[in-house]
T-cell receptor, first 112, second 115 residues
Framework: GQQLNQSPQSMFIQEGEDVSMNCTSSSIFNTWLWYKQDPGEGPVLLIALYKAGELTSNGRLTAQFGITRKDSFLNISASIPSDVGIYFCTCAGGTSYGKLTFGQGTILTVHP | SQTIHQWPATLVQPVGSPLSLECTVEGTSNPNLYWYRQAAGRGLQLLFYSVGIGQISSEVPQNLSASRPQDRQFILSSKKLLLSDSGFYLC??????????????FGQGTRLTVV
């Protein structure tokens, strides 16, 4: 079945530091998505990637769709306290028609 | 624009009682619909997904069930709740564009506590 490995599981950083997290899959997909979840809320889409090798930025966030179509990373530059939350990756397409499975999540804590 | 409604926001139910959580989507047609459960603020566990009316795929065997009586309505149910059913339940929708699954949009979630 579809398996996603997301790392690291948690990060404790100082405000202003850069953050990097990644996701790998056991299968090939044609869509990678990165979400952020604030406490008590539903996840919100940060960045969507639809093409292998694609590098996309959204403000301080940058994400890339790996060439092999089996991995993706998300970078956050110059972290701020409101970056705190859980970050999830997910991928879709390939043989997983209609199905969206998420990685285990990366819990980010930012110390002022 | 599309919106997703999920209710109730919080629910406290005794063990053995039934459950019905409802989710509706507005502003789109023939969406893919999903139910996820999140325990202890961690990963999102896919419980059920549906690609059409009456079509339900179950990902995790358990005492929960899902139904899709209308195109934009997705219901999560249980006949008898267990303590282990406590958690944060999230409904989501996505659409296929050119055969490709697009991003999922989530409801605000239901915090279920079984006591």
């Amino acid at each position: 079945g579809q398996q996603l490995n997301q790392s690291p599981q948690s990060m404790f950083i100082q405000e202003g530091e850069d953050v990097s997290m990644n996701c790998t899959s056991s299968s090939i997909f044609n869509t990678w998505l990165w979400y952020k979840q604030d406490p008590g809320e539903g996840p919100v889409l940060l960045i969507a990637l639809y093409k292998a090798g694609e590098l996309t930025s959204n403000g301080r966030l940058t994400a890339q769709f790996g060439i092999t179509r089996k991995d993706s990373f998300l970078n956050i530059s110059a972290s701020i306290p409101s970056d705190v939350g859980i970050y999830f990756c997910t991928c879709a397409g390939g043989t997983s028609y209609g199905k969206l499975t998420f990685g285990q999540g990366t819990i980010l804590t930012v110390h002022p | 624009s599309q919106t997703i409604h999920q209710w109730p926001a919080t629910l406290v139910q005794p063990v053995g009682s039934p459950l019905s959580l409802e989710c509706t989507v507005e502003g789109t047609s023939n969406p893919n619909l999903y139910w996820y459960r999140q325990a202890a603020g961690r990963g999102l566990q896919l419980l059920f997904y549906s690609v059409g009316i009456g079509q339900i795929s179950s990902e995790v065997p358990q005492n929960l069930s899902a139904s899709r009586p209308q195109d934009r309505q997705f219901i999560l149910s249980s006949k008898k709740l267990l303590l282990s059913d406590s958690g944060f339940y999230l409904c989501a929708w996505s659409v296929l564009v050119g055969g490709r699954n697009t991003e999922a949009f989530f409801g605000q979630g239901t915090r279920l506590t079984v006591v």
